[in-house]
């Protein structure tokens, strides 16, 4: 009896487990999805919205899909994540060379394709887990509302940028609860049969 007891209660823990960190994965594109192929003489805002409830996030994916520079020159696409961007996408006249969002946000990449002048189906893809960014992403995304920043200082083609959030819910559901009020009722069972 007491070994049935003793795994009904290491169940009901892993359930529990599972129960409290419930994932939800959201997917987020711009309404312009290449960004107009990133021209070299603009640079970009994304605002978007973002509605969540007892979520937290706990990683996120920026991916430009087959990316390629015009030519192999060494030229530059900056991104940062930005707080409170203009929702929807903006393109703005880029009239300096350099990093039009330098000292806003957090700068999420810079990145050069010194191979260029054709595409070869790499996706250049950003972590935020392994960029120590999601403490700012969900700092920044509290309010339900985030974006991006893009200055291209060259022809950036791709085939879309795509934005994945994976979140976890912060509160365990009721159910959950149940199941563990009776692990510790199994638990004082046995207790008490000692």
């Keep these: 009896m007491k070994k049935i ?8 823990l892993v359930l529990m487990a599972f129960g409290s960190s ?6 987020f594109q711009p309404s ?10 603009q640079y970009f805002t994304w605002g978007t919205r973002w ?16 990316i390629w520079n015009s030519d192999s020159s060494p030229y530059d696409l900056y991104t940062h994540l930005l707080d409170n961007p203009t929702m929807g ?6 009239t300096r060379p350099g990093d039009q969002f330098a000292g806003q946000g957090v700068q999420v990449g810079h990145w050069q394709d010194l191979v260029g002048g054709h595409a070869r189906g790499f996706d250049l893809t950003y972590r935020f887990s392994d960029l120590g960014l ?14 991006f920043g893009f200055d291209p200082d060259c022809h950036y083609y791709n ?23 009776l ?10 049969r000692k």
């Design 32 to 41: 312009l999805p290449t960004l107009a192929n990133l021209d070299h003489f």
């Design 134 to 147: 999601v403490g700012a992403l969900n700092q920044y995304a509290a309010d339900g509302r985030f974006g």
């Design 51 to 66: 509605t969540h409830t007892n979520e937290r996030i706990v990683d996120a994916v920026l991916t430009f899909h087959n």
């Design 89 to 94: 996408v903006y393109n703005h006249l880029d």
């Design 5 to 12: 007891l003793l795994m009904i209660l290491a169940l009901m």
């Design 183 to 192: 692990g510790l009722a199994g638990l004082g069972l046995i207790r008490r």
């Design 159 to 181: 085939q879309g940028v795509t934005l994945e959030v994976t979140t976890a819910s912060g509160v365990p559901e009721p159910a959950t609860m149940a199941l563990f009020g």
């Design 22 to 27: 419930q994932a939800g994965v959201y997917y």
